[in-house]
């Protein structure tokens, strides 16, 4: 059996609540024991992890890996970047073209997906052809390979067709997914109402956000669980947080950009600093991050969005929306949130890797006891390095470059593998 020894780290497992300077053996692709001063048995590879903190692998429940039907990445080159980035787990979105939205395409990209060496899961569109207009076949698609139900990208915005999509997902026991975003508020606008930019380029009013979230919340109070994607907004994390305090089955999730750039940061010759949502004012990202301090936020995703660079090239009007995210995660997280707001350790493990796992049902994953998948982060919270011009990602859309941050991953390990060390993936 394969073993490996990860000796001297900081070990922070949200499953016992501890962080505590330990040794993990790993047998098997499992974790089979943690303690202190562990003996290596025979033939057993061992990693010094001293200085180092070490993390249930981190899961990420928004990604896009454009395939099928764009240039901008594929699933083996999102799986590098996920692996770069300290991610374990991922969860693709179905806005591909086509989409994901039938039985076949999904079995099609589950078989190849489970040959990476990350885990990586299919999430499925709510409606059929991901248009919107009719709910997709949800058992069919369970069947097939999907790990939850969205339309992310869009937002099924029909109160009747959403309410039904919460009851199907309920009935299939899969979590409902929802992009917030009315459509009909966003019409053309690329920035949030009342930042600078605005002044010159078309803005999006913040009740496009805002108006979805409290009919997602009505929606799980009356229907099912729903979790809220990527949201930016003060009013977004007030309501989310009265809707967790009257018991209502809702979650909710934010992205790094959210928490550490404001509308003031735009660099309007710049479309990378162009996203959806779009990055907010300073007192939204304030209330953001109390958010994610107070536990109203969930969970932290990427939103990973490669775009062709000739895409973006193409000004901020006219490019489009969304950023790369695998690679810049936890050293955004770690630099923004534990290095200068001070959250612990341990909550971040919850928004990375505990929370999420528990999202999608993934049992034996965020967690670093015994019987655990050997999923496993290994940080550097001290060695500061710049957001690199380049990316292992296909795309290197990131407003991040050149930003110095701590926090980088030395180690990563899928079931039981090195899949990222001497500053590479382990795999092509
Ligand atoms: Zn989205």
């Known amino acids: 059996m394969r073993r490996l020894l990860l000796k001297n780290g900081l070990v922070i497992d949200p499953f016992s609540g501890t962080e505590t300077k330990n040794d993990l053996l790993i047998e098997g692709g499992r974790i089979a024991r943690v303690g202190s001063a562990l003996k290596a048995p025979a033939g057993c590879e061992s990693f010094d992890a001293g200085g180092l903190w070490v993390f249930p692998g981190f899961v990420d429940a928004h990604v896009h890996a454009r395939e099928p039907g764009s ?87 029909d109160p009747g067709l959403f309410a039904a999509a919460v009851r199907a997902a309920a009935a299939a026991g899969l979590p409902l997914l929802d992009h917030p975003e009315f459509f009909s508020i966003t019409g053309a606008g690329v920035v949030n109402a009342g930042s600078p930019v605005s002044r010159r380029l078309p803005a999006i009013a913040p009740e496009a956000e805002y108006f979805a979230v409290l009919r997602d919340i009505a929606a799980a109070a009356a229907s099912g669980p729903v979790h809220l994607q990527h949201l930016s907004l003060a009013a977004s994390v007030d309501a989310l947080r009265a809707a967790k305090a009257c018991g209502l089955p809702v979650t909710g999730e934010t992205c790094p950009h959210y928490f550490t750039l404001t509308d003031r940061d735009i660099n309007p010759a710049n479309a990378d600093f162009k ?3 779009p990055l907010r004012s300073p007192a939204d990202r304030e209330a953001v991050l109390a958010a994610v301090a107070d536990g109203t936020i969930d969970i932290i995703a990427t939103d990973h969005a490669p775009h062709e660079r000739r895409l973006k090239e193409k000004g901020f009007l006219a490019a489009p929306f969304g950023i790369t995210g695998l690679e810049t995660l936890a050293p955004l997280c770690v630099t923004e949130l534990a290095l200068k707001r001070g959250l612990s350790k341990l909550l971040l493990a919850r928004l990375l890797s505990a929370n999420p796992a528990r999202l999608l049902g993934l049992p034996r994953k965020g967690g670093l006891a015994p019987g655990f998948d050997a999923d496993i982060t290994v940080l550097d919270p001290r060695r500061s390095r710049r957001v690199p011009q380049k990316f292992f990602s296909l795309s290197d859309n990131s407003p991040f470059k050149g930003r110095s941050l701590k926090g980088w991953p030395v180690a990563v390990i899928a079931r039981g593998l090195f899949v990222f060390r001497y500053g590479r993936p382990q795999f092509c």
């Open 275 to 277: 996203m959806k949502p």
């Open 71 to 157: 240039a901008a990445e594929t699933l083996l080159t999102a799986a590098r970047a996920a692996a770069a980035g300290g991610v374990t787990s991922l969860l693709l979105m179905p806005n591909t073209d086509p989409p994901m939205a039938t039985a076949a395409l999904l079995r099609k990209y589950s078989k190849r997906a489970a040959l990476l060496p990350v885990n990586v899961y299919l999430s499925a569109a709510i409606t059929a052809g991901r248009a919107g207009k009719k709910l997709a076949a949800f058992a069919a698609l369970k069947k097939a390979g999907a790990k939850a139900f969205t339309d992310d990208g869009t937002c099924p915005e």
